[in-house]
């Protein structure tokens, strides 16, 4: 199904506009770093070029000289204030600005403020650090051997650099099944560090009145009601009560899950804000922003699969070292320490499955973030999909008749994996088959028979992902103790024109147009009529905020909901002004009428004008409604890619002959948003597939710190998507709807490396760690005696 709304509007992202004060007014085109104040400073920083040091002197005074540098803030400026520590979304602390030591490179050392931002760059260049280099720990495996240096010395009584041991499942069940099961398969799969790159860095503009106590925030985050609770928690004490601080998201360059956690230069600027009583702006840079923010990935995953001599899959078997930096400033629920990682049984059926994660500090920057991803299922899936297709290759089956053997089947579902996962609805079957007929499996399968007959190497790659996504559910998941719903408020003025309102937080996928559409849906009026808003705390209802493909799932449902209460009044002044009673009324979107008799009919226009007219005694006025939606489940969509590449054997690269993805998020809202969804996340699975990678040396100099060196795939790398879909609704979703905003990078890596693999599989390659550049390839072939 798709709402009917759906071919007036088209893709755009910012169909509803709204012309007010531009400063801060959403889909305009204006960004936070667009907002000039009168008498603005500007805020630049000092970084660390050591991963481990401790700071012996700080010297300002060649900065201070500087005309129109006022101040140069440090560790000490704020730890009179108590500011120099805050609390990560993992309840982990994190320094906004160090007194002691630094612990990755860019770290913030100080914060220079000055009258403009050249003035402030030249300050920072001035500002003289003295540092005494200490042992780094780059490698997670080392940091938690005896003996490594223990790097959290600011926790009294921390003698390792272990931060959690975390397990899930029946490990006595599982150890059992792999003792017996005929077949099994172990490997080793690194997930690198990668990094958000969305086109606007972060950044604010901090404004706070003397007078009123009032503190304004502009900032760059995809989460901006629990960012107030969180400034709220953590300055409290110095008198930013939560009533007296408005933040507000103005349009966001993308987010990518990289705007959702509090960085230290947004805690700064408010601090000097407050200090200074003037407007005070930090825009981080290009390599900043790449440096310094949070990471995300950096899995080291040891998987093994249990599985009956005729390829029916029994257990799954994961450790997993968890490299979260220096802090745990990872972006996931707090009941779940390694996220939705147990997710990862994926589409299978199995009856035994045992996880266990440890997160390690080292000399890295913190972050653990969901890049385009649900709380680390982009890495449950590649495990899955990885080892799928090995056991596939070990049992000589193919691997896509080995998956169709073992996916749960249709008729499973309400499902529950082996990990606890209640799995809504899913065809798997169906999404696979799909995409074999779209890409002519059976004869591609011939064409690379007879290509290795004479030598050339090509590859058919499948990944048949389950996603997870829409957190909530309340009971369950919550950020900070938090819970995680979302929000509608709804208000119809008396003409019939609609401010629709929503705690979630669009950085580009078109809240503005596909919200409308679910009202115009359901109101049955016209989308020209409904505007939509988010991003100010000071407005909009409370909510999580955008990430992790929640929105649809969560807020979609609430409008929806919120929509459904104002068609509850309306049905009871529609009765009113018929004459007739309620049980008579028939809707039809945009009407009541008495059934049977079509031409009693009250518009919803003229029964809102009522509501503030000519409403029924005893009933109070106007046309409102809120929903705090608290969804039952999260919703799972799926698909199935298939990827075809061509190996080139003199020099390693691998070309994307076709790529065919076959996507089901339920019953969809906007097609041509949809397709973009997945366009944008197929290249975004593709880069770290291929290209993206941050890695450190054996002294935590970031290797991959600009974008001469961190490969971000252009249209030139990027293949022609062949995209499809099936429909499987969610049975819980007010609209039958899941998310999809993520699938397609979830999904992607693992089908292009299972096609790399399979046209390698017969000379005795098993895996390959992405990115699989060229030279990776290469060295294999060479290794293997293939040349050209
Ligand atoms: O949380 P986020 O908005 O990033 O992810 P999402 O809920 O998956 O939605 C991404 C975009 O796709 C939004 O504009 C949704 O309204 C739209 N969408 C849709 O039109 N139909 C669906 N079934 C799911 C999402």
């Known amino acids: 199904m798709t709402l009917r709304t759906s071919p007036e509007i088209g893709g755009m992202g910012h169909a509803v506009k709204r012309k007010e004060d531009p400063r801060f007014i959403r889909g305009q085109g204006t960004y936070v770093d667009d907002i000039e104040l009168p008498g603005m400073l500007y805020l630049d920083i000092v970084r660390s070029p050591y991963a481990h040091a401790t700071i012996k002197n700080i010297d300002t005074s060649k900065a201070l000289a500087i005309p129109g540098v006022l101040d140069v803030i440090t560790g000490a400026t704020l730890a009179q204030y ?14 906004v600005l160090p007194v002691e030591k630094v612990m990755y490179q860019a770290q913030e050392v100080a914060a220079v403020l000055a009258t403009d931002r050249y003035t402030a760059a030249d300050g920072v260049a001035a500002v003289e650090v003295a540092y005494e280099p200490l042992p780094v720990v780059v490698d997670p495996f080392k940091a938690l051997e005896p003996g490594a240096p223990v790097l959290r010395t600011d926790k009294p009584g921390k003698t390792d650099n272990r931060i959690f041991h975390w397990e899930v499942g ?6 059992r099944a792999f003792r017996d099961a005929a077949v099994t398969v172990k490997e080793d799969i690194y997930i690198p560090r990668i990094h958000v790159c969305s086109i606007e860095t972060c950044g604010c503009v901090a404004q706070f009145d003397r007078v009123s106590g ?44 990289g705007k959702v956690p509090v960085y230290p230069g947004y805690v700064i600027a408010v601090a000097a804000a407050v200090l200074t009583g003037k407007p005070v702006k930090w825009i981080e840079d290009r390599m900043e922003n790449l440096q310094a923010d949070s990471f995300a990935r950096d899995y080291h995953i040891t998987a093994e699969l249990a599985a009956q001599r005729d390829g029916t899959l029994t257990a799954l078997r994961i450790k997993t070292l968890a490299d979260h930096g220096y802090t745990d400033a990872a972006a996931n629920p707090s009941k779940f320490p390694a996220g939705l990682f147990h997710i990862c049984t994926g589409s299978y059926d199995f009856r035994a499955a045992h996880v266990e994660v440890d997160g390690v500090y080292t000399n890295k920057p913190p972050g653990g ?12 899936v590649h495990t899955i999909e990885r080892m799928v297709d090995i056991m596939a290759h070990e049992l000589q089956m193919d691997p896509a008749e080995f998956r169709k053997k073992n996916f749960i089947q249709p008729e499973r579902f309400p499902y529950t994996s082996a990990l606890g996962w209640e799995y809504d609805s899913g065809n798997y079957g169906a999404a696979l088959d799909l995409a074999m007929h779209k890409i002519g499996y059976a004869e591609l399968r011939r064409e690379q028979a007879e290509k290795r007959q004479r030598g050339e190497l090509m590859g058919i790659g499948i990944s048949s992902f389950t996603e997870i996504v829409g957190a909530g559910p309340s009971k369950h998941f919550d950020i900070l103790g938090i819970k995680m719903f979302d929000s509608c408020e709804i208000r119809i003025h008396p003409t019939g ?13 078109g809240h503005e147009t596909t919200y409308a559409q679910i009202l115009a849906e359901e109101l049955g009026i016209p989308v020209a009529d409904i505007q939509v808003e988010e ?22 449902a609430a409008a929806a909901i919120a929509s459904r209460k104002i068609r509850d009044k309306a049905r009871k002044i529609a009765a009113h002004l018929l004459e007739a009673s309620e049980e008579d009324l028939e809707w039809e979107p945009g009407k009541f009428f008495v059934k049977g008799s079509p031409e009693r009919a009250k518009t919803i226009q003229e029964i809102t004008f009522a509501a503030y007219t000519n409403y029924p005694q005893g009933m109070e006025a106007g046309m409102e409604a809120v929903s705090y939606y608290d969804p039952p489940n999260l919703t799972f969509p799926f698909g199935s890619y298939i990827c ?42 593709l880069a770290p597939a291929l290209f993206e990678e941050i890695s450190y ?44 905003g993520e699938s397609a990078t979830v999904g992607a890596p693992a089908a292009i490396v299972n096609a790399v693999v399979d046209a390698l599989w017969h000379l005795g390659v098993r895996h390959i760690d992405i990115p699989i550049t060229p030279q990776k390839v290469w060295q294999c072939l060479r290794a293997r005696g293939v040349t050209d």
């Open 82 to 95: 108590n500011l120099h520590w805050m609390p990560t979304l993992m309840s982990d602390m994190q320094m």
């Open 170 to 175: 029946d490990k006595a069940a599982t150890d």
């Open 214 to 257: 009032q503190l304004t925030v502009w900032m760059t985050t995809q989460a901006p009601h629990a960012i107030r609770t969180v400034f709220a928690l953590v300055a409290g004490h110095v008198g930013l009560a939560e009533h007296k601080i408005r933040i507000i998201s103005p349009d966001i360059g993308g987010g990518f899950g």
């Open 369 to 380: 973030i969901a890049y385009r991803c649900s709380f680390r299922v982009t890495e449950a």
């Open 497 to 509: 024109k609609v401010i629709a309102r929503f705690g979630t937080n669009s950085q580009g996928q």
């Open 535 to 556: 991003g100010d705390t000071d407005t909009a209802p409370y909510g999580l905020g955008t990430y992790a493909s929640r929105s649809t799932p969560t807020a979609g």
């Open 644 to 685: 075809v590449v061509d190996i080139d054997k003199g020099t390693g690269e691998v070309k994307i002959r076709r790529f065919v993805a076959v996507d089901d998020c339920g019953n969809i809202i906007n097609p041509m948003i949809v397709e973009g969804q997945i366009h944008g996340g197929l290249t975004m699975g």
């Open 697 to 740: 040396d054996a002294q935590g100099n970031i290797q991959q710190g600009s974008f001469m060196d961190y490969l971000l795939p252009t249209a030139m790398e990027t293949p022609n998507w062949e995209t499809d879909k099936t429909c499987t609704p969610s049975p819980h979703h007010p609209l039958g709807a899941k998310g999809i």
